[in-house]
């Protein structure tokens, strides 16, 4: 399981977490943990209700999505989440065999620590601008502290990664290009996110 996080908001998680996994295959999954402020079912058009037990499992529109096969799953935010265990369905996603991105909320506490403490590996997502490179440092210093470790920075709203995040991460940068919406369905961000998949694929 990837958590993908930014230390601050508008850094382009959900999308990263949608293509990232409609780039890792048809078996892989999106899952939404930010349960407070969720939007990637929204983003994958997926409605959000659950199941009494288990997980819910769709698969997102290919509308407005390019992808290899058939679309990814999407595992939406629960509709009433003071009726789930955070951490159960976290563990549940980590046990999936196949692929899962997490939409992890940005900050520092419990919410967002949670979901990089169950993974295997974390995507950091930025834009170029310098706040956000910062929030992202944050981002890395908390899965160093948990021991998860970043594999992979995704520079959103980006033609290239700048020098600030190539020299202060280790571990590979790819830009992801502004594009109108549907974001997901123009061919150069879709190349962007198989080259982050690429970068992720032993881990994810």
């Known amino acids: 399981m990837l958590a993908v996080t930014g230390g601050k908001g508008g850094t382009g998680t959900t999308v990263t977490t949608l293509g990232l996994a ?17 939007n990637l079912h929204a983003l994958a058009r997926v409605g959000r209700s659950w199941p009494d037990d288990g997980l819910p499992e769709r698969r997102a529109d290919d509308r407005d999505l390019r992808s290899v096969g058939p679309p990814p799953v999407v595992v939406p935010a629960p509709p009433a989440p003071g009726e789930r265990d955070r951490g159960a369905v976290l563990r549940r996603l980590a046990a999936r065999p196949s692929p899962t991105a997490v939409d992890t909320p940005s ?75 549907p974001v997901l369905a123009r061919d150069r961000v879709a190349d962007a996110y198989e080259r982050l998949a690429t970068a992720v694929e032993s881990v994810a």
């Open 22 to 38: 409609a780039a890792l295959g048809s078996d892989a999954a999106a899952a939404d943990a930010d349960w407070t402020l969720p």
């Open 107 to 181: 900050g520092v506490g419990p919410p967002a620590v949670l979901p990089i403490r169950v993974a295997d590996g974390v995507v950091v997502t930025t834009t170029a601008c310098a706040p956000a490179i910062r929030g992202a440092e944050k981002s890395a210093a908390i899965a160093a502290a948990v021991g998860t470790p970043v594999v992979a920075v995704a520079v959103t709203r980006a033609a290239r990664v700048p020098s600030p995040v190539a020299t202060r991460f280790d571990a590979p940068a790819t830009a992801v290009p502004s594009a109108e919406p």
